[in-house]
């Protein structure tokens, strides 16, 4: 079986047995962005992905295991919509310079402002390490992943007015956000039992994982601000989040 993974911190608990223990169920990993994953997938040039959740509400011939994913209840640290300090705080950016790896995070984003502001800015996807150095008077950026946490270590933050997508959404919605699931093709389904054995591998070895992040934020970033096991919320915020986008001419 070939299956896509993710380079993110977060996502290290649903891969864990994929990475150190391929040989369980033959698999060969392929390890890129969200975008590209979702992509190898359409063309059938792997099996199963972990990928943005907008991407199996936007292919019908895709369907995902519904029982785990990238979840939060609100504040996920991890994606961020980042404007100048200059920029007044209810203000629209002309542009928004967005990192190119995740369809969800770019759609949400869209969706937040089209629902709060009425605006659909223009948009750039550029490589994350670019995203920063973009974002200026008028001008707004988009980032995720480690990418994102990292950003939260600079000494300038105060130079920028931040916005956790995670705890927008959940704000104007009341529901927790799911950011990435396993998926695959309706015509090839892969048993449930195969991600669980991976995520209870990575839940088992939580420790280590936080252990080698090497962040003194990644124990609450792992532990508390997501979860893996999807509830009847997260789908049903699956479902709510579909007929949005759709109501807003983003799906």
Known sequence: MKLGLLPF?????????????????????VIDVPSRLAGALLEGKIDTALISSVEVLRHPELTFCKTMGVCADSAVRSILYIRSAEDPADSVPDRIWMDEGSRTSQALLLLLLKKVYGASPERSSVPASEVPSHIGPGQAGMLIGDAALSFWDRSDLDRFRIRDLGQWWNELEGLPFVFAVWAYPKSNPVPDETFEWSLSMGLSHMEEIIQKAGRSDAREYLTKNLHYRMTERDLKALTVYRGLLAEAGLL
Do not use: K, V
């Open 9 to 29: 911190l977060n996502t290290q608990p649903l891969e864990y047995g994929f990475r150190t223990d391929p040989g369980r169920f033959g698999t060969t990993a």
